[in-house]
């Protein structure tokens, strides 16, 4: 951010809520010295005090600013689009006469008057399906604190983005106020600041007058809900993280940074105060920021606010999934993040009233329909309750594999020991984990099911790696690289008709596999979920999967003796 580091203006006299309403500050006037009966509002949001408990956004107390004339500035570097308005030296001409402006004042057409506000934040725009440029989309902040958006076009990013950094202070002459898009809206105003052929832009050091370092339009549970879908404005999320990519917090907590890279996203579970636990899901840069801010930091975060979040509905439960105008923030990063925290230590009964695994309800559906999603154009991954009856457990082929004991991610061959690509340990104790493939019916379709991780032990009532102790115990004469037949709490299952939470992966949405992966099998006369549906299963590999359908897992991984999986009595 600028070294002229202020505190930051929330808004202006009249701010807005997010359900709309005017909240009115108290705030000084600003007198400008040289203009005469001309008073400013303003309104700091660095005050603890302003902050209300259910998180929304209000206008607090200001300070007083004095200006001197418009003084105070130096101006160091000035770019022009127009080729015309350049002296000899290739310094850009600009009059002294222009008159200043602040962005309640712009109006739609070309403006010739002088902007000065604070360069928040800038991203590429790109068209959703061909990945084409559209432009140079930013995020401004004037010194009464209105936020605007701004726009350069692709011919005229070259002659600007060299000189832009975020956090610095700029000004800028002659401009086009164009009007906002209907869609994914970043800021209020209807108007935005398009950089025109004969803009000059320029950047101030040293300013004397306080301009605000950022604002943040928060949305809590029931705004976002009633938002859902409609791919209007996009507000900012705060809370506190309860699960990372379905880990809950703790000092062992890894990111996997090739599957993150791999995948694109990461995905949190949030929760405000003692709100609904919500999916946000933090895509592309964002992503990256996010494992980046996460090294820095040394621990897991606790607070965690993501501006720009776009609400959706994924397998009937709200989700909020970042856009590339997003930026992410974690406990001591802005004041908002810091008084969230403040509150949360302060109240670490309320903010655990919710378990980590009461997180979300999936949407019930036929096998047909689970189908007939799976073709759908646009169709997202997501999670659904099916009832089924098992007619059979498929032989031949394995039904449980090595996976590290911690995490549970399938174990890799080291020269002499286990190893696990995602805590990117060299050494781990084994397991045996479910990968059992069912082939089940309705009334109407039939399909393939593949139970994953503990979802075999909701059905059976019996640890994987029991049932394989269990039997090399049984059987100490057999090899190291010896196939353990389906236990028989796997085919006493067939014939019982049972709720599954299914989870419509990537793999089904690639057409790569028809068989859909059951992570959690709900308890006999259960008819509604209040759990954990994405039960300690990361998005099952390709490999895992298909070595249920048709490979073989030998005996602790090739020879590799797991922790758990030896010679015990079948069950």
Known sequence: ????????????????????????????????????????????????????????????????????????????????????????????????????????????????????????????????????????????????????????????????????????????HNFYGSKSKPLYRVAEPDVTIAFSWNSVFSVIENSTVPFPEDRFRFYGYEEFEAACDLKGDLYDYVGHIKLVNEQPLSDSLVLDEVEIASSRRILVHVQTHDGPVMKLYIWDKAATDFCDKFKVLGKPPTVILVTTVNPKRFGGALSLSSLSSSRVFFDMDVQATREYLAWFESNTDVANRVNAEIVTK?????????????????????????????????????????????????????PTTLMCRKCGKTEIVGAAEYLTKLSVYDNNDHASFVLLGDAGLDLTGKKASILVESYFEANESVGDDHVVPVPQALIATIGQTRTFVIKVSKHNLDGKTQALTVTKVLPLEVPALEGNIEKNVDEEPADERDEAADGTVKRSSDGIESAEAKRAKCG
């Not at 005469?36 to 259910?54: H, Q, Y």
């Open 1 to 172: 951010m600028n070294s002229n580091r202020q505190t930051a203006v929330s808004g202006d006299l009249t701010a807005k809520k997010p359900n709309g309403k005017d909240v009115v500050s108290s705030a000084d006037t600003v007198k400008e010295v040289g203009q005469t009966g001309v008073t400013l509002p303003t309104s700091v949001s660095g005050d603890s005090e302003s902050r209300k408990s259910n998180g929304k956004a209000v206008v607090s107390s200001a300070k007083p600013v004095k200006r001197d004339g418009q003084t105070g500035f130096s101006l160091a570097t000035t770019v022009s689009g127009d080729p015309k308005s350049k002296k000899p030296n290739g310094k850009a001409v600009v009059s002294s006469t222009a008159e200043m402006m602040f962005f309640k004042d712009v109006k739609f057409g070309p403006q010739v008057g002088e902007l000065r506000f604070r360069l928040i934040h800038f991203w590429e725009a790109r068209n959703a399906h061909t990945k084409v440029l559209i432009g140079l989309e930013m995020l401004l902040i004037d010194e009464q604190g209105t936020v605007i958006q701004g726009f350069i076009p692709p011919s005229r990013i070259e002659t600007y983005l060299p000189d832009m950094i975020a956090g610095s202070i700029y000004r800028l």
């Open 362 to 414: 999936a949407e019930p559906a036929t096998i047909g329909e689970l189908l007939s999603y799976m073709k759908q154009e646009g169709a997202k991954v997501a999670w659904f309750e099916c009832t089924a009856t098992i007619d059979d457990v498929v032989r031949g082929s394995a039904w449980y594999y090595i996976g590290c004991s911690g995490c549970k991610t399938k174990a890799i061959k080291g």
